[in-house]
């Protein structure tokens, strides 16, 4: 199965700073990365994902990087605001399962005023 | 659209009992599945289906049965419960066998004494 580290576990930044989270995941025929933030008791919400034929994907302030031979992914945040603050999981999914992903064990973002 | 429903938002039990946390959606989804989020350990998928009649086990299937009778509705069965099965547990959803976008419900947490 599928394996994904995620670091750093914890990450405070500065207001209008950015924030970089990284993933690493095992199996090199997983094709699909999402990005999920996730609010003090709320629900996951996907903000980005990116599919492993391409190499960055950008929305406004945020931005994915994937590097296939490396196996690993980025999270990219710029001009943090205090609204940032969650916990940002990565997930992987497997090149050969059903729509299942393996997620990393998270990420909390707390950005400081 | 209601999206993904969960239901109890909050339960707790003791050691022993049963009980079924209830999932629906709908959105027509053909893929629903189950995860279980404790701290510091990201989401860990218990059972998931790929569509109605069809379910399989994931990561942490153990202590846990599904069954899917239709489309919209994917419950996940607590045979005994422990104290090792509290946990927040989220239903997810995604729209087709070829899509990836998995949408979560607000989640069950629940606490085994």
């Known amino acids: 199965g599928e394996n994904v580290e995620q670091h750093p576990s914890t990450l405070s930044v500065q207001e209008g700073d950015s924030a970089v989270i990284k993933c690493t995941y095992s199996?090199?025929?997983?094709?699909?990365f999402p990005w999920y933030k996730q609010e003090l008791g709320k629900r996951p919400q996907l903000i980005i994902d990116i599919r492993s034929n391409v190499g960055e994907k950008k929305d406004q302030r945020i931005a994915v990087t994937l590097n296939k031979t490396a196996k690993h992914f980025s999270l990219h945040i710029t001009e943090t605001q205090p609204e940032d603050s969650a916990v940002y999981f990565c997930?992987?999914?497997?090149?050969?399962?059903?729509?299942?992903?393996?997620f990393g064990s998270g990420t909390q973002l707390t950005v400081l005023p | 659209n209601a999206g993904v429903t969960q239901t109890p938002k909050f339960q707790v039990l003791k050691t022993g009992q049963s009980m079924t946390l209830q999932c629906a959606q709908d959105m027509n989804h053909e893929y629903m599945s189950w995860y279980r989020q404790d701290p510091g350990m990201g989401l860990r998928l218990i059972h998931y289906s790929v569509g109605a009649g069809i379910t399989d086990q994931g990561e942490v299937p153990n202590g846990y049965n599904v069954s899917r009778s239709t489309t919209e509705d994917f419950p996940l069965r607590l045979l005994s419960a422990a104290p090792s099965q509290t946990s927040v547990y989220f239903c997810?959803?995604?729209?087709?066998?070829?899509?990836?976008?998995?949408?979560f419900g607000p989640g069950t947490r629940l606490t085994v004494l």
């Open positions: 997810a959803s995604s729209l087709q066998i070829t899509t990836d976008t998995q949408y």
């Open positions: 199996d090199s025929a997983s094709n699909y």
């Open positions: 997930a992987a999914r497997w090149g050969g399962s059903a729509r299942q992903l393996t």
